[in-house]
């Protein structure tokens, strides 16, 4: 079975992955919704705004509207497809077939670079890599925003899984091996999380100063203002 993001690429992208949140319970959809809330609290209408793992554009239509310019990158040519012809993205955003780990910009381009719903565990990218990059090409006093997922989540998240696994868009989940924010599906797919001291052990592993804050109490993000 595919491992790692080559997971979400041939597993759980376009329709598939739609149908992810489709399904989701009116817990997870308040998350979904209050990460978004959140994320759009932090832009300005000239910001040029960079977000990592687009999907098929479910966050990124929310974004486009509030911001200059928007750009969705993704390692799935189905999703980034998907995106444009169900017009999830506004007509001046693009849509750009990307690995986050291995960005194709210059530097300093973005005021706002955006990795949210757990996208630091999901990309499956070696998190310090992921992090350089990100800092690489977001603007001296840009915005990086990352989150992971709150502990006090864990039994709304295990319930989303839950249907997706009835649903056959993941593999039924191994509870002998699941648990400590970490979901394992007999498919060999595992979903873990991001802690706050792992954002903060990470950063400064890296060299810079975050701020850390719980929202809705499901969402952990990590803020890092660009010097």
């Given at each position: 079975?595919?491992?790692?993001?080559?997971?979400?690429?041939?597993?759980?992208?376009?329709?598939?992955?739609?149908?992810?949140?489709?399904?989701?319970?009116?817990?997870?959809?308040?998350?979904?919704?209050?990460?978004?809330?959140?994320?759009?609290?932090?832009?300005?209408?000239?910001?040029?705004?960079?977000?990592?793992?687009?999907?098929?554009?479910?966050?990124?239509?929310?974004?486009?509207?509030?911001?200059?310019?928007?750009?969705?990158?993704?390692?799935?040519?189905?999703?980034?497809?998907?995106?444009?012809?169900?017009?999830?993205?506004?007509?001046?955003?693009?849509?750009?077939?990307?690995?986050?780990?291995?960005?194709?910009f210059r530097p300093n381009v973005f005021d706002v670079l955006v990795g949210i719903q757990n996208g630091i565990s999901a990309f499956k990218v070696e998190p310090h890599r992921l992090l350089r990059e990100s800092l690489r090409v977001t603007k001296p006093g840009g915005l990086i925003l990352l989150s992971s997922y709150a502990e006090a989540f864990w039994d709304a998240r295990m319930e989303w899984f839950g249907l997706q696994a009835k649903h056959g868009?993941?593999?039924?989940?191994?509870?002998?091996?699941?648990?400590?924010?970490?979901?394992?599906?007999?498919?060999?797919?595992?979903?873990?999380?991001?802690?706050?001291?792992?954002?903060?052990?990470?950063?400064?592993?890296?060299?810079?100063?975050?701020?850390?804050?719980?929202?809705?109490?499901?969402?952990?993000?990590?803020?890092?203002?660009?010097?």
């Open positions: 079975m595919p491992q790692g993001s080559q997971y979400y690429a041939e597993k759980l992208s376009a329709e598939r992955l739609r149908k992810c949140y489709d399904l989701a319970p009116p817990r997870v959809r308040q998350y979904l919704e209050t990460e978004i809330r959140h994320v759009l609290s932090r832009i300005h209408a000239s910001d040029v705004v960079l977000e990592l793992g687009c999907g098929y554009g479910r966050v990124l239509q929310e974004l486009a509207p509030r911001a200059g310019t928007t750009i969705g990158i993704d390692n799935s040519l189905s999703n980034l497809r998907l995106a444009r012809e169900t017009g999830k993205t506004a007509r001046s955003c693009r849509l750009l077939l990307m690995d986050a780990g291995a960005l194709s868009l993941v593999g039924e989940i191994d509870r002998d091996r699941t648990g400590n924010g970490v979901i394992v599906c007999r498919d060999g797919f595992r979903a873990t999380t991001f802690t706050p001291g792992d954002f903060r052990e990470l950063c400064t592993s890296v060299g810079v100063q975050c701020e850390i804050c719980e929202v809705d109490h499901s969402s952990v993000f990590c803020e890092i203002r660009v010097e």
